[in-house]
C-alpha cells in the first residue's frame, strides 16, 4: 500500500473489486453477484489466455452443484472427449480410489481453464459483465470507510479511461486472484514463505517424431517425466532450479529436455512458439489470507507444483468460503470474526495442499532409491483401504470438513451430500435450495420452537419443513457454502437447543435486524 493516491476518484464506485479473472476471480465474482453486491473485476491480460487442462475433483462438482453450475461444466466439457473422466494421482501412482457410483460425483470432470472461464463469464453476463480485460491494477490506498484503487489500461489497451489519466476507484473490498506473482499480496505486504523450486516443468504445443511415440498420459524415465496432454501439448519434469524467469521459454528448450528425459533424439514437426512455457516446485504460501480490507485468494494465496489437480480446485473452494462472507459484510450484517473466518478455515486447507504436493515432488524424483519407495507407497494403495482412502480424501476433497466448536453436534463443520427431499409436498433436492446462496434452516422432524427462534433471521436463512429419505438430524442449519452451522437430533427444539441455534444464527448470520430499518429488508434477503 502507498501513500495518498493522487487525483480525484474518476471511476466506479464498487463494493468489491477483484484483481485477476481466472477462474477464481471470475467464480469470486459469480459468488457476490448471487447476493446483488456490486463488483468489478480487472485483468491485466486479454480475454483469452493460454491453454491449460484442469481437472476438477468430486468435492468442488458437489459445490458447483449447489449454485446450479455443474450442468453447464458438463456441456463445456462434453466438447473436449480427451479430458472426460478425471482422477487424480498421487506423484503419478494413478491407484488412488475407484469410482463409486453410490456417491454424490463419482468421479472427477476435466476441462480447459478457458471453458471454467467461459462458464462463469456466461452466468456473469447478465445482466452486463463485470469485467475488464488489459486493465492493471497498480496500487491502493486506505480511506476511513473503504479502499481507493489505481487502475491503468482500462476500457483499452493504451494505458488510459479515455480522459489521459489513470483511472481512480473507491471500492470497499479488494480481492487479489492475481496468481502467484500477486502485486495485491505485495501492495498489502503479506509474507509468501515456503521452499525455492528445486524442479523445472516445460510445457508446450509441440509435436515430434520418435520411437515409441509420446502417447496421453504420464511416463516415468531414468531422468525425469514426459507427459502427453490433452490439445497437443507435451510436458516434462526434470529435477534442477529453472532457469532466470527472464529467459524466455523457447521449443528449442522444450525440445532439448524432452531429449534429456527419453535420451534420445527427436524431430520436432509441428510447434506453437507462444504456447511455450516453464515452471516449477516452489511451494509457498501467504502467511495470512487477510489484511484489513484486502484479501487474498487462489495462487495469490498458494502455489505449490501442479500434481493431484489439486490447484484449481482449492481456488475455486477457496472463492465460494470467501464470497458468502464478502456479501455480508457489503450489506452490512457481518458478525464479528465473520471475515477472519476465511482466512481461520482456508489458511490449513491450503497448507495441507502446499505439503502434500512437497511429499509428491519428493516421490516423484528419478532414481533407484526412489523406484523402491514408489513401490512400497503403490503397495500401499492397493492392500491398505484406509491408507487409499485417506490419501484419496485428501486429493479430492471429499473429507474437508471445518473445525467445529466444543460440544458441538458431530454434523457441524461437514458437508452434507445431496439427497431427495420433499417440501410442502413437492419433490426436490438440497442442492436445488442451495442455489440461492442464502442460510438455510431444515426441519426433518416437527420441532415447535424451531421457527419462532429462527423467524428474526428470516431475510437471511430460509427455513423449511423437509422429508428425507436419507437420514438428517431432526433439524440442521446450513451456512450458504453447504457446510453445517448447527444441528440437533432432538425432535423437539426448545431450552438449550433454541438458545444453541440462536447463538450458531447469530455467530453465522449476525444478530437479527430490527424491524422497519434498512437492514431488515437486506438486498439479499433470502428467497
Known sequence: M????????????????????????????????????????VDGAGRVGPVRSMGL????????????????????QAGEPDLARFRGGYAGIFLLGQDDPAAEQPHGLGMSREFIRTVYRHRLAVPDEPVRYHCEFVDYTETADGLIVRLDGTHGTDG??????????????????????????????IG???????????????????????????????????????????????????PDPELPMTTAELQASIERVLGRSVTVTEHDPGTMSR?????????????????????????????GGQGVNLGLQDAMNLGWKLAAACQGWAPPGLLDSYHAERHPVGAAVVQNTRAQSALMRPGPQTDALRELFG???????????????????????????????????SFPEDRPLTVAGRP??????????????????????????????????????????????????????????????????????????????????GEPPVPGTAAASSRGAAR
Open 279 to 307: 515452471f516449477g516446485d516452489s511451494a509457498r504460501q501467504a502467511e495470512r489470507y487477510r489484511h484489513g480490507r484486502v484479501f487474498l485468494a487462489g495462487d495469490a494465496a498458494h502455489i505449490h507444483l501442479p500434481v
Open 57 to 76: 475433483h468430486p468435492r468442488t462438482l458437489a459445490m458447483l452443484d449447489r449454485r446450479g453450475l455443474l450442468e453447464d461444466f458438463r456441456k463445456a
Open 2 to 41: 502507498s501513500g495518498p493516491l493522487d487525483g480525484p476518484v474518476n471511476g466506479p464506485d464498487v463494493d468489491v473489486l477483484i484483481v485477476g479473472a481466472g477462474p477464481v476471480g471470475l467464480a469470486l465474482a459469480y459468488e457476490l453477484r448471487l447476493h446483488d453486491v456490486t463488483v468489478l473485476v
Open 192 to 242: 509468501f514463505p515456503g521452499t525455492e523450486a528445486s524442479v523445472t516443468a516445460r510445457l508446450g504445443m509441440i509435436r515430434i517424431e520418435v520411437d515409441p511415440p509420446v502417447e496421453m498420459g504420464w511416463r516415468r524415465t531414468p531422468s525425469g517425466w514426459i507427459a502427453g496432454l490433452p490439445f497437443g501439448r507435451i510436458m516434462t519434469y526434470e529435477w534442477e532450479p529453472p
Open 379 to 413: 503397495r500401499l494403495l492397493t492392500d491398505f483401504a484406509a491408507v487409499n482412502a485417506m490419501i484419496s480424501e485428501q486429493i479430492t476433497g471429499v473429507g474437508l470438513r471445518y473445525p467445529a466448536g466444543p460440544g458441538d453436534h458431530p454434523a457441524v463443520g
Open 428 to 509: 426436490t433436492r438440497l442442492v436445488e435450495l442451495l442455489h440461492p446462496a442464502h442460510g438455510l434452516l431444515l426441519e426433518c422432524r416437527a420441532a415447535p420452537g424451531l421457527a419462532p427462534a429462527a423467524e428474526p433471521w428470516s431475510g437471511r436463512v430460509r427455513h423449511l419443513r423437509v422429508e428425507a429419505q436419507d437420514p438428517l438430524p431432526a433439524a440442521v442449519l446450513l451456512r450458504p457454502d453447504g457446510f453445517v452451522a448447527w444441528a440437533t437430533d432432538r425432535p423437539l427444539v426448545a431450552g438449550e437447543d433454541v438458545e444453541a441455534l440462536r447463538t450458531a444464527l447469530s455467530r453465522w448470520f
Open 160 to 189: 488510459t479511461n479515455g480522459t489521459g489519466a489513470p483511472e481512480l476507484i473507491r471500492t470497499r473490498y479488494l480481492v487479489g486472484c492475481d496468481g502467484g506473482g500477486s502485486l495485491v499480496r505485495r501492495r498489502a505486504g
